[in-house]
C-alpha cells in the first residue's frame, strides 16, 4: 500500500463497567492505535482506566452517569484533545469527543437514538446532527484531515438493514434520519465501508430477540463503517486505496453478551493522503 498504517476502532459497549473485560480482551487479540468508545455510561472519576493503561492505552473521557458517554484510548500521542461542543446546553449530554493523532482529528460522536417520529427525542436528533455539522463547519474545512467515527444511530440505506420493508419508517431508517446523515457526509466526508463495497450488506449490530445474531438479521446503524475522508482526496481520486474497514464479531462475547460488535479501520498514517474512515 505504502506509507504506514494508523488503526483506529469503533465500539458501543453499552456500558464499559459491564464490558471492561470483553474490551480488553478484545485489544489483547487485536491491539489498535485509537479505540473509540460510545456509551461508555460512567462519570470520567469512575471510567476504569487501569486495565487499558496495563496495555500502553491513555484514555481521555466525556462521561456521564447511566447515560451516553465517550471516550478516546489511543497508544499514540493524542493532542489538542477536547470535549463537547463547547455549549453547556448541548453538553448536558456527553456525546462528542476529540483529539489530534499524528496530523489526523479524529473526531468521535455518539449521536442520539431518537424516537418516534415527531416525538420530542425525535426532534433532538435531527437537532443533534445540525447542531454537529456547524460545529464542523466552525472547526474545519473538508480538506482539513478530519476522521469522524462512532455509532450514528442511523441506516443509511435499505441495504444496511436485513428487512427494509418490515424497518420501513421506523427509528434509525425515516427519510428525515437518513437525510440528516447525508448532509453530514455532505459536508466533505466519504462513507468508506460503501466507497469500498457499493453492493455489501454488513450489520454491526443485532437485536438480542429471536435469535438474530444467528440470523445475520441485523443493521448498520451503529458502528457505521465509513463516514469519513475528505471527497477530494478520495480513495480511487489519489491513487492510494484505502485498507478496508473489518468488523470483529469476537467483540459480541461467547453467548453473545453484547448487541454491538467492534469495528476496526486502518488509516494511511501520511496525512497528506488524508485517508480517513470510522473504524
Known sequence: MGGSLLTVATYNVNSIKSRVGLVVEWLKR???DVLCLQETKVEDRDFPYGPFEALGYRCEVFGQRAYNGVALCARVPLTDVWKGFGDPTWDEQKRI??????GIHVINVYAPHGDDRGTEKFRYKLEFYRHL??????RWTPGDPV?????????RSDLDVWDPAALRDTIGTM????????TL??????DAFRHLYPDRRQFTWWDYIGGRIWKDEGDADRLRPGHAA????APGRT???LAPPTPDTDTLGPRPRHRHVGYRAPLMRDARCRMQDTG
Open 30 to 32: 487485536t491491539p489498535v
Open 97 to 102: 469527543i476529540g483529539a489530534t493523532v499524528e
Open 133 to 138: 455539522v456547524e460545529f464542523l463547519r466552525r
Open 147 to 155: 476522521c469522524l467515527v462512532g455509532d450514528l444511530n442511523v441506516a
Open 175 to 182: 427519510p428525515e434520519e437518513r437525510q440528516a446523515l447525508e
Open 185 to 190: 457526509l455532505e459536508w466533505g466526508f466519504v
Open 230 to 233: 475528505p471527497p477530494a482526496e
Open 239 to 241: 491513487g492510494r486505496p
